[in-house]
DNA sequence: CGTGTGATTGAAATGCTTCAATTATCGTGG
DNA sequence: CCACGATAATTGAAGCATTTCAATCACACG
């Protein structure tokens, strides 16, 4: 019945009975405002929007608590998501990238805050005509499931990354996902360019930027990683990232697995 | 420019400059399938739906991998909604309660599995079916993407109390939420059922089911729970439960704030 | 060439995981 | 209804991981 793993750990089996990749990310990152849309929605979706530039890192596109008017989706370069637990720290929920959406409003208000990390292009649409356009175009209004399915499902991968990976693990994660990006990737020199300080992947990742620090130290030290400056990253494989992802979570006798 | 803490923690601020109540969880609870359509929409929504009842937990509704068919709404009892990682380990996504939708398709197929966590009974609609209604319902479409974004603003607290909260914080934070269901929750006794083993409740605090115990034990020694049995607490005031919820993650010496 | 911020490293303390062993609970059959 | 067995839950102990505070280093910018 059940698909026996190398050993069966503990008391509990811990494997489903049928296992199929869970999805390709690879693939799912085209699911962007480009490949959504046919070529008349996207055209009928910039007719009613309007273009906005942010010079510089650190500028607010809105922030929680907010009246929500427009709708938001990525031009170039990255916006922080985040939001503030009540004791006052902050938890960057998710990074928006070139194609990306956002801004949706709950209740007439935006949930989180967007601040952008990098010098930014945004497409911004009003909420309310967007409103106006799906009632008319039912595919488009479709696609808008899609997307927010989409963005359900990139959660649901940041908790289990959350709720399973150590902190190595959750870099070595975090930089295979933008190494996917090639307006940050060079892939011919294998070098990675990181829009975030240590600080905002700390709360990326949910970890204090000291242990940031130090498992970018880790990782260089495995030699899955070199640190030309500390925003600019070599990744000769990502195949070694990918394993240090597949480890286990703590060092363990190795009794456990195999 | 930036609302100042009651001291500035580090060399950074860290505090929005607008803030609000993230959102009112209790008030959201409400957004369940009767609340969310009408009653004619109930009434065609039922028509296509089959009735199904699991006499015990532990049964598989469907797998991750699957061939995805149906969606899937509870009438009374707990499902649990997990994904394995590639090194087998289960991470509990969510669990659904009465009222809830799950089994949204992903490229044709259930990207997570769901388990009974208990009895159960479910509503079982074929995609193809309500695909066909929601064409003819724009107002039913539309209340599905509220519903799915629903889902995205839980999966984003989720991340929030993962990213975080120690083990005692994120079992009372769970706590806190059940509480919140008349189902598993008397009011009167102050006595919460838990529908899940400490095996479960592990795999969805992501940690170990002897973490979990031991958060139990330091809840109860806190005053602010009594275990009656494993699975029935006793919660003399939610308000103990909250101002756990509000401490510090790590005990310190109490000079970071206040 | 200072100055401020970001990044790194050190050291101590706390929290969590793991393995092991014991105890409690629940379902089932006698 | 009770005893039994299996599973769940708890507790102990050791070791590893992360946080925290502190100090130093690196770097960009004026």
Redesign the pocket.
């Given at each position: 019945m059940a698909r026996p793993l190398l050993t069966r750990?503990?008391?509990?089996i811990r494997a489903p009975e049928i296992r199929a990749r869970a999805f390709d990310r690879e693939k799912d990152a085209s699911a962007q405002i480009e490949n959504l849309l046919s070529r008349g929605q996207q055209a009928r979706f910039r007719a009613i929007a309007t273009i906005l530039d942010y010079q510089r890192g650190g500028s607010t596109v809105f922030t929680e608590g907010e009246d929500a008017h427009f709708i938001y989706s990525v031009i170039s370069g990255v916006v922080r998501i985040s939001r503030y637990s009540d004791s006052g720290r902050r938890q960057v929920l998710a990074l928006m990238l070139p194609g990306d959406l956002f801004g949706f409003p709950e209740g007439g208000r935006y949930v989180n805050s967007a601040i952008t990390a990098s010098s930014v292009s945004l497409y911004r649409v009003p909420w309310q005509r967007l409103r106006e356009l799906l009632l008319h175009e039912p595919e488009m209004h479709l696609n808008m499931l899609i997307r927010v399915a989409f963005d359900l499902r990139e959660a649901q991968r940041r908790i289990m990354i959350l709720g399973q990976q150590?902190?190595?693990q959750r870099l070595a994660s975090f930089l295979i996902d933008f190494a996917q990006h090639p307006d940050f990737y060079d892939e011919r020199k294998h070098r990675l360019a990181l829009p975030l300080?240590?600080?905002d992947l700390?709360d990326y990742l949910?970890?204090?930027?000291?242990?940031?620090?130090?498992?970018?130290?880790k990782l260089e030290r495995l030699g899955v990683i070199r640190?030309i400056?500390?925003?600019l990253i070599e990744i000769p494989s990502l195949e070694g990232l990918r394993q240090v992802v597949g480890g286990?979570?703590?060092?363990?006798?190795?009794?456990?697995r195999l």
């Open positions: 750990p503990r008391s509990r150590n902190i190595s300080t240590r600080f700390g949910g970890s204090a930027p000291e242990t940031v620090a130090r498992a970018f130290a640190r400056s500390p925003r286990r979570r703590r060092a363990g006798n190795g009794r456990g």
